[in-house]
């Protein structure tokens, strides 16, 4: 089976959606699937003025609410995420821009798909749990380091701008011919697709849904 996964590594429904997919895939006992980790930007044009402020008080200017209802609607996403193990802190996240992060992906992906899974981890846990500015090449060094990957060479594509954002921008490109509008967005076996943080009642339904439709 193969899975590609439209996500940015500040969304934190990309995260739950993640955990999700990976029980529907162990309930099923699909050990071998293919899953590739695709690139989208939820704000591509964060301003200079945002960048490293709480992402809680950026919320709520963006969404005209004050900072306690945009705490209580961070703590009800914190909720959801602790429902399926994982340790979310919304209150210490900063804004980031994420192109850096995901032309890291991408290198990642050109090495294997294994090591591309474990970046993406990697980044959601530092950013999400642990509360770890990324912004800026310095700030992603320890976290390829945690995940096992070669700094030497993830350090020379942070130098280089151009070093595998071509392949942001093809799976940008991708996501819009399949009119993706928000992740996580998941496709299964390239026939299947499934929007949002969804039950792993609804992803194994949908996994099977694509290996019946394969089957054909």
Known sequence: ???????????????IGKRNMESALRELGIADAEIRFRSFELDPHVSDADLGSPTLASLA?????????????????????SQV???MNLSTTKVMRTRDAHRLL??????????????????????????????????????????????????????????????????LDYAQKLNVRGVPFFVFNQRIGLSGAQSVETFAAAMKESLHDSAK
Do not use: H
């Open 1 to 15: 089976m193969t899975v590609d996964v439209f996500s940015d590594v500040v969304c934190p429904f990309c995260y």
């Open 61 to 81: 200017a963006k969404k005209g609410m004050s900072l306690a209802d945009a705490a209580r609607m961070t703590q009800a996403v914190a909720y959801r995420a």
């Open 85 to 87: 193990g994982i340790p």
């Open 106 to 171: 991408q290198w990642a992906r050109s090495r294997s798909l294994a090591e591309a899974a474990l970046l993406n981890e990697e980044l959601m846990k530092d950013y999400f749990v642990d509360g770890i500015d990324l912004n800026g090449p310095e700030a992603l060094l320890p976290t390829v380091e945690r995940a096992g990957l070669p700094l030497d060479q993830a350090r020379a594509v942070l130098a280089d701008p151009k070093a595998f954002d071509a392949e942001v921008a093809a799976d």
